[in-house]
C-alpha cells in the first residue's frame, strides 16, 4: 500500500497554470519556457524611463522572510512594484523553539489583513508547501527559499541568463560547483536545466558537499575541477557558507579554494565564450576568484537585473493563476 | 461471568492450534476449549461464527502521553484505542514528563490504566535518570513497581563506558534491556532517511548508519554483559542483517519493528507531509523489503505500533519542525492484516508476531490461547474490512492511513474474559 495522492499538483489550478510558485520540480517545459518568454517582454520595462505596468494595480504584495535577505527581498519588491502591486515587507525573525507556531499566526493574521500573495523565505524545507497547503490556500504562495529545497524564481533567472547568453539549452554542457549538499539554488537549477533539455549537467564538489543520491536528478558528479570545466559552456558557482568549515565538511577556506575555487587559469579550461554566474553574495577568495568574478565571462550582474523581469513574470502568472481558480470555485459554488 | 464463543477459528500459533471450535471462559480465563465442562452454563454466548478467535495482540510501544502529555493523548484514550486494534497487553515507554523513572510515576500509570480496564499495562522504567544517559535509575525499585524492562529510547548514553555498566547492572539482576539503537551524532539534525528523497526535498538527511554504527556496539555490549535485551524498532536491512548474525552466533536478542516501517517508505515524503515524520525515520523499499523479510523468517520476532499519538499542532508545521510520530495502535490488526493480503506471512504466523513473540521477548504473561490462561482474546471478521478513521478513538489523528480501507475488522476484544472493545 502507498499513500494515497491523487490530489492536483499543488501548485497549479484546475487548467494547469501556476496558483503558486513552490518549486520546479514537476513542471513542464512549456511552463518553464512560458516564464521566461513573459521574463523577457518584462526586461523591456525596465529599459522604460516609467518602469511600470498596471497587471497587479489594487492587489497587495507581502514579503515575509524569515531569513535573511538582501538581493532576493529587494528583487521582489522591485518587481511588485513595477507591476503596481502594493508592497509589504516584513522580517521576522525566528524564535526557534516556536518556528511552525510563528509562521502559522504570522501568515494567518496577514492573511486576515487580505493580502493577495505571499512571497515567503523560510529555513525549514517545505515551508512554502506547507504554508500553501494548510495555511493560506487561497492567497497566492510564492516560494523565495526554503531550507535546502528550493529557491524557484532563483533558477528561473539563471534559465532565463542562460538562454539571453547561449540562445537555448539544447547543446549546452552546464556545470555547478561548490556546496550542492546545503544549496537550494542548486537544487532548482539542476530541476529547471533536466526539464528544459540541457544534456549535460555536472556538478563539482567534495564528497561531504553532495547530496546521496545526487544521480537521480540526471547530473554527473565530478571531483576535480579541471576535469569538471573541460569545455563547459556555463560554469554556476555557489555561495560557501563560512560555517561548513566546522564538523569537518571542509578542512579551510584556502584549502576549498585551492581545489574548486574558480580562477582564471581553471576557467581556461572551459570553453572559450563559456559565462560564469553566481547567485550572490559572492565571496571572493574563496569560491571565485575576483578576476573571474569582475572579468569578461562573468554575467553575475545581469542575473541580477534578470531576477526583476522573471519575479515580475513570476508573480503575475501566478496571481492570474490563482485568481482564475478562486472565480472559478466561486462559480462552482453558486 | 461465564462466557462462551461459539464456532469460531480459534488459533493460537504457539500450541499449533488451528481449528474451528468453541471456548468457554471463566472467572478471567480459559477453562476449556471444544466441549463446555460439566455443568457449565454461560451467563453469555458469543455466536463467532466466521470470526478467528486468538490471542489478544501483545503491543511493545504505545505512547499513553500521560502523565504530562495528556493535550498527546491520556491512558484511558489510548488504551481505548488499544482495544480498538485488538490489542490486550501494551508496553508504554518512558518518555513521560516527569519521565519514568520512579515507582510513584509507574504506580501512577497501572493505576490509571486499571482504571481504565481496557488493556493490560506493562511499563518500561527509564534505565537512567532523567533519560540523561548519566546516572542509573533506581531498576530494582521500578521492577518492584511493575516495570517489565528498562530502555533509554532514543536518548544515548553519555558514553559508552556508562551504558556498559548500566548493561551490567542490569544483568545482575536479569532485568531485560530495550534498544533503540542510533548513534546520537550521525542522526544529529537529520529529519528524514539519508537518501535520494531527502536529498531531493533537501531534508537533512539520518543516514543507514546512524541505526548499524550503534547496533553493532550494543551487540558487543550486550555479549559481553550478558544482559537480556530487545532490540527495537529497526528500520534497516542491514540492521537485521545484524541481529541475525548476532543470534546464528547463540546470541539470545529479540527484535521488533514499527508496523509502518512494513509498509511505508521515504517515498512518501515526497510532498513534505508531517504524517510521515517519525523517528527513527521511514527508509528505502529495499530497507523495506529487508524488514519484512526479517518478520517472516522470524529473527524479527514481534511487531508493534510505536503509537505515538500528537495534538493538532505538533503537526502543524513545515515537515522539520513537527513532532515525530505516528498515531497507529488502533490499526493494529487491520493494518498488519496487509502482510497477510500481500501474501508475506500466513495468519497463524502474524498473530504469532503480534503476540507470542512481543510477549516472550519481554517475559509477558501474554499471547497464548490454552486452557488456564488469561481469557486476553481478539474476534476479528477476516473478510470483513475496516474504513480506517470511520471511528476514531486516539485522541491523535496523526495517522496517514485514514481513510483506507484496511482487511479485517475487530470484533470483540477481551481482557480478563472481559469484553474492553466491540465492534
Known amino acids: 500500500m502507498t499513500p494515497i495522492d491523487a490530489k492536483r499538483p499543488l501548485q497549479l489550478n484546475d487548467q494547469g497554470q501556476l496558483r503558486h510558485f513552490l518549486s520546479l520540480d514537476g513542471l513542464r517545459r512549456e511552463l518553464l519556457t512560458e516564464i521566461l518568454d513573459t521574463a523577457d517582454s518584462f526586461l523591456e520595462v525596465g529599459a522604460r524611463a516609467v518602469k511600470k505596468v498596471p497587471l497587479l494595480r489594487g492587489k497587495t504584495v507581502c514579503n515575509v522572510f524569515f531569513e535573511n535577505s538582501t538581493r532576493t527581498r529587494t528583487t521582489f519588491e522591485m518587481a511588485a512594484q513595477r507591476l503596481s502591486a502594493d508592497v509589504i515587507t516584513l522580517n521576522v525573525s525566528t524564535s526557534s523553539a516556536s518556528k511552525g507556531e510563528t509562521l502559522l499566526d504570522t501568515l494567518r493574521n496577514l492573511e486576515a489583513m487580505a493580502a493577495d500573495m505571499f512571497v515567503v523565505r523560510h529555513g525549514d524545507s517545505g515551508a512554502a508547501h506547507f504554508i500553501a497547503e494548510h495555511v493560506c490556500p487561497q492567497v497566492a504562495i510564492i516560494n523565495g527559499g526554503d531550507g535546502r529545497h528550493a529557491h524557484p524564481t532563483q533558477g528561473m533567472l539563471d534559465m532565463l541568463t542562460i538562454r539571453r547568453h547561449k540562445g537555448g539549452f539544447e547543446n549546452l554542457s552546464v556545470a555547478i560547483v561548490g556546496d550542492i549538499l546545503h544549496s537550494r539554488v542548486a537544487r532548482s537549477n539542476m530541476i529547471a536545466l533536466k526539464t528544459l533539455g540541457c544534456p549535460d549537467i555536472r556538478v563539482i564538489a567534495p564528497k561531504t558537499l553532495l547530496p546521496i543520491g545526487i544521480e537521480q536528478y540526471g547530473v554527473k558528479v565530478y571531483t576535480d575541477m579541471t576535469e569538471g570545466l573541460k569545455d563547459v559552456d556555463v560554469v554556476i558557482m555557489l555561495r560557501l557558507q563560512r560555517e561548513r568549515m566546522s564538523g569537518g565538511l571542509l578542512p579551510s577556506e584556502g584549502e576549498f579554494y585551492r581545489l574548486f575555487g574558480l580562477t582564471t587559469a581553471r576557467l581556461a579550461g572551459a570553453k572559450p565564450d563559456c559565462i560564469v554566474m553566481h547567485p550572490g553574495p559572492i565571496n571572493r577568495g574563496v569560491e571565485i576568484e575576483s578576476a573571474v568574478a569582475d572579468g569578461p565571462h562573468s554575467v553575475i550582474l545581469n542575473q541580477v537585473t534578470y531576477g526583476i523581469a522573471v519575479r515580475m513574470a513570476v508573480l503575475s502568472m501566478t496571481m492570474s493563476g490563482q485568481t482564475a481558480q478562486r472565480q472559478f470555485e466561486q462559480e462552482n459554488a453558486q | ?423
Not at chain 2, 204 to 226: F, H, K, N, W
Open chain 2, 1 to 423: 461471568m461465564k462466557l462462551s464463543i461459539l464456532g469460531a477459528r480459534v488459533i493460537d500459533p504457539c500450541s499449533k492450534l488451528d481449528q474451528v471450535t468453541d471456548l468457554h471462559l471463566e472467572a478471567g480465563k480459559i477453562i476449556a476449549i471444544g466441549a463446555a465442562p460439566a455443568g457449565f452454563t454461560p451467563t453469555q454466548t458469543i455466536e463467532a461464527k466466521g470470526l478467528v478467535a486468538a490471542p489478544g495482540l501483545v503491543d511493545l510501544n504505545v505512547a499513553l502521553r500521560e502523565p504530562g502529555y495528556s493535550r498527546k493523548g491520556t491512558i484511558a484514550s489510548e488504551t481505548r484505542a488499544a482495544a480498538a486494534g485488538g490489542v490486550t497487553s501494551l508496553c508504554c515507554p518512558p518518555q513521560t514528563k516527569p519521565v519514568l523513572d520512579t515507582s510513584a510515576v509507574t504506580e501512577l500509570i497501572l493505576d490509571r490504566a486499571r482504571e481504565a480496564g481496557n488493556c493490560k499495562v506493562f511499563p518500561i522504567g527509564a534505565l537512567s535518570k532523567g533519560l540523561e544517559g548519566e546516572q542509573l535509575a533506581e531498576l530494582i525499585a521500578l521492577r518492584d513497581a511493575g516495570c517489565v524492562a528498562f530502555g533509554n529510547g532514543l536518548s544515548s548514553f553519555t558514553n559508552t563506558r556508562t551504558l556498559c555498566r548500566a548493561l551490567e547492572y542490569a544483568a545482575t539482576f536479569d532485568l531485560t534491556v530495550i534498544f533503540h539503537s542510533q548513534d546520537r551524532d550521525l542522526a544529529e539534525g537529520g529529519i528524514a532517511h539519508d537518501g535520494p528523497m531527502a536529498a531531493f526535498r533537501g531534508l537533512p538527511g539520518i543516514p543507514e548508519t546512524a541505526e548499524t554504527v550503534a547496533l553493532a556496539r550494543d551487540l558487543l555490549l550486550v555479549e559481553q554483559s550478558g544482559v537480556r535485551a530487545h532490540f527495537s524498532q529497526l528500520t534497516s536491512a542491514r540492521g537485521v542483517a545484524l541481529i541475525a548474525q548476532a543470534q546464528a552466533r547463540g546470541l539470545r536478542v529479540t527484535a521488533d519493528v514499527a508496523l509502518y516501517q512494513l509498509i511505508l517508505t521515504d517515498e512518501a515524503l515526497v510532498d513534505f507531509s508531517s504524517l510521515y515524520h517519525v523517528q527513527p525515520p521511514l527508509r528505502t523499499r529495499a530497507d523495506r523489503d529487508g524488514l519484512r523479510e526479517a518478520v517472516k523468517s522470524g529473527v524479527v520476532q514481534a511487531i508493534s505500533s510505536h503509537h505515538q499519538p500528537h495534538e493538532r499542532d505538533a503537526k502543524l508545521a513545515p515537515f522539520g519542525a513537527t513532532e515525530p510520530g505516528m498515531s497507529s495502535v488502533e490499526l493494529l490488526l487491520p493494518l498488519a492484516m496487509t502482510l497477510v493480503e500481500d501474501g508475506l506471512l500466513d495468519l497463524p504466523t502474524l498473530l504469532a508476531r503480534l503476540g507470542a513473540g512481543p510477549a516472550d521477548a519481554l517475559r509477558l504473561p501474554a499471547g497464548r490461547l490454552a486452557v488456564g490462561c488469561a481469557a486476553d482474546l481478539v474476534l476479528f471478521d477476516p473478510t470483513a474490512s475496516t474504513v480506517a478513521g470511520e471511528k476514531w478513538l486516539s485522541k491523535g489523528d496523526n495517522c496517514p492511513f485514514l481513510g483506507h480501507c484496511l482487511p479485517s475488522a475487530v470484533r470483540y476484544t477481551l481482557v480478563d474474559g472481559r469484553i474492553s472493545y466491540e465492534g
